[in-house]
């Protein structure tokens, strides 16, 4: 597949419990190496696409009910040592898809690592403090994650020298590699579905969120910009903080919970813009709701940066303020939008892109790195 004979591959992946834009990188990831087996600390099938089930998953120690029921976060400080336990040495190319720990996995010296970084560890650095006043811990299990992240901080730094190649997801998280890594990167943007959506001619009247129900995605913000609008706001999602949000909106606002992608699909097509209020390091979902036809009202930081265009497929609002995002709806309410445009901005993130972009890199990498070996050899015999 890559170009350079009887390669074998191995995918590394934090965790396997549920689907996101990550674990759609996962999937690429195995369309492209299908014999590949894919290690992580992990499973749910159940929660998962069907492209992630009835596969070759290799999962570590901390596999139980038990702590499939607690959920990945509790089990931070054990996640190191479970990446390091996987042997890897029987690989070539090992291809890692890390936001958390999975970038950590100990290889060989005759094995390439290539990490697709989704974000370095985001509760380790820079956002530590914002996660931490939303875990609303007693004082002795705040002392207590304060010593755990102080590891975790040196083990991610150190970990990441164990990369021979950084992929960013954007340009927003290559600045924040170099930032804790000092590691250079080249950026392949994550895939979008493309042909799951499709512009559609009827033009309901609702904005759309659709979102994990969590702190930092800002969904309040975009309650309480609605509650005084009075515009209707249909949220799609679940999550720790829909009950919160739920007693707080009027009933201009609708949640619908989790829905299927058949559901999705529609209310995406048809919305008059999708509102997208928080930072993410990229975010996959203001370019599904491009690849539908539909322009995105955005928070103007992060990866929304990377994705929509001001006035050609959406609008920015500056701050994390009801009045900066009531200015941004009222500004999109006197703008027109062609949704054909929009779409053809959205394509330029297809799959099919971001495969050949991935397999190319990893070709060319591959004949870099064996040349290097080739001539550590060389060296030590003349030497």
């Excluded at 996660?131 to 991610?156: E, S, T």
């Excluded at 929304?304 to 001001?310: I, N, P, S």
Aim: charged share 25%; with cysteine.
């Amino acid at each position: 597949m890559i170009g350079v004979g009887n390669v074998k591959v191995a995918l590394v992946h934090d965790w396997l419990t549920n689907m996101g834009g990550a674990e759609r990188v996962v999937i690429n990831f195995k369309q492209l190496f299908k014999e590949a087996p894919i290690y992580t600390t992990l499973y749910n099938p159940k929660n998962l696409d069907e492209e992630l089930r009835n596969i070759d998953v290799r999962t570590s120690f901390l596999q139980n009910n038990r702590n499939l029921k607690k959920g990945h976060q509790s089990l931070l400080p054990f996640m190191p040592m479970a990446f390091e336990s996987f042997d890897l040495n029987e690989y070539d190319v090992i291809l890692s898809s890390s936001s958390s720990c999975a970038k950590g996995v100990v290889t060989s010296p005759d094995t390439m690592h290539i990490c697709y970084c989704h974000t370095p560890m985001r509760y380790a650095w820079e956002y530590y403090y914002e996660y931490a006043n939303n875990w609303g811990l007693n004082k002795l299990k705040g002392i207590f994650l304060k010593y755990v992240m102080n590891y975790i901080r040196v083990w991610d730094r150190v970990s990441a020298d164990r990369v021979d190649f950084f992929i960013a997801n954007s340009e927003n998280v290559a600045k924040r590699i170099w930032k804790h890594y000092k590691k250079e990167s080249v950026v392949i943007h994550p895939p979008v579905r493309c042909d799951l959506f499709n512009i559609s001619d009827v033009d309901e009247d609702y904005f759309l969120i659709l979102s994990r129900l969590v702190p930092y995605k800002k969904i309040d913000l975009a309650v309480e910009a609605f509650n005084e609008l009075g515009l209707p706001l249909v949220i799609i999602g679940d999550g720790p903080e829909k009950q919160k949000l739920e007693s707080k909106a009027k009933s201009n606002i609708k949640f619908l919970g989790r829905q299927p992608d058949s559901v999705i699909k529609e209310y995406y097509s048809k919305c008059r813009a999708f509102i997208f209020p928080g930072e993410e390091d990229f975010g996959i979902t203001p370019l599904e709701a491009q690849a539908s036809g539909r322009p995105v009202i955005a928070y103007g930081k992060g990866g929304a940066l990377e994705t929509v265009v001001e006035g050609l497929t959406g609008v920015f609002f500056e701050d994390y303020s009801v009045n900066s995002l009531r200015n941004a709806i009222y500004r999109f309410e006197n703008m027109k939008f062609d949704k054909k445009i929009i779409r053809r901005h959205a394509e330029n993130f297809d799959e099919k892109i971001f495969k050949l972009k991935i397999q190319n890199f990893i070709g060319e990498k591959y004949k870099e790195f064996k040349s290097v070996e080739k001539w550590k050899v060389i060296e030590n015999e003349t030497s």
